[in-house]
């Protein structure tokens, strides 16, 4: 079975622009979260959604946004990309929306210049 | 201070040998502790989960002192392929779902 797969998986955009991530969670996974990480430090929290409802949100700015399809994969958007974005990016999926356990991706790697 | 703190190290260790490390969290009404690992450059991968009675997995033990407020992860008979960031993880409520990470302890096992 194919785990959690994300696309691209790295990416270098200039400031300003916007950015389109995409990940397909596991098959029969209906909880799909994302998760910054900057060099040094351990994820944060972006976005959960389950059952294409946003479920949870972390202290990131409305620039960043995200959805959720019928299919349960997701997308993660960000908009006017500053230099600090630069960072990976990880989704995750799990069966319900408890969190337990989290399955990730490899991530996609953005490198803002 | 910071929900979930851990030591950053490096811990350099020797092959062989048992190690251990702790994690804090701040929020007493947290209701559920995970390990995570992550290797240079990998996404992070679930180690084990922290149970109130404690749990053991082969060589490794979880432990949960909710008077403390911390978690311990012990490894015994460290081997190379043991070297990796070790992410504490705490879910602060049972209501939210947001998961806080720590920022992960690097352990470096050595010949």
């Known amino acids: 079975d194919a785990g959690v797969t994300q696309s691209p998986t790295h990416l270098i955009k200039t400031r300003g622009q916007h950015v389109t991530l995409r990940c397909s969670p596991i098959?029969?996974?209906?909880?799909v979260s994302w998760y910054q990480q900057v060099l040094g430090q351990g994820p944060q929290f972006i976005f959960q959604?389950?059952?294409?409802?946003?479920?949870g949100r972390g202290n990131f700015p409305d620039r960043f946004s995200a959805r959720q399809f019928p299919n349960y994969s997701s997308e993660l958007n960000v908009n006017a990309l500053l230099l600090g974005d630069s960072a990976l990016y990880l989704c995750?999926?799990?069966?319900?929306?408890?969190?337990?356990?989290?399955?990730f991706g490899n991530g996609t790697r953005l490198t803002v210049t | 201070r910071k929900e979930v703190e851990q030591d950053p190290g490096p811990f350099n260790v020797p092959e062989g040998a048992t190690v251990a490390f702790n994690c804090t969290y701040s929020n007493s009404a947290s209701q559920s502790f995970f390990w995570y690992r992550q290797d240079c450059r990998k996404e992070p991968k679930l180690l084990m989960s922290v149970y109130s009675s404690g749990n053991e997995d082969g060589r490794f033990t979880a432990q949960l002192n909710r008077a403390s407020q911390y978690i311990s992860l012990l490894i015994r008979d460290s081997k190379l392929s043991d070297s990796a960031t070790y992410l504490c993880?705490?879910?602060?409520?049972?209501?939210?779902?947001?998961?806080?990470w720590g920022a992960g302890t690097k352990l470096i096992i050595k010949p």
């Open positions: 959604y389950y059952e294409k409802e946003e479920r």
């Open positions: 995750a999926s799990s069966f319900g929306q408890d969190n337990s356990p989290l399955h």
């Open positions: 993880v705490v879910n602060p409520l049972l209501s939210n779902y947001q998961l806080i």
């Open positions: 098959s029969g996974h209906k909880s």
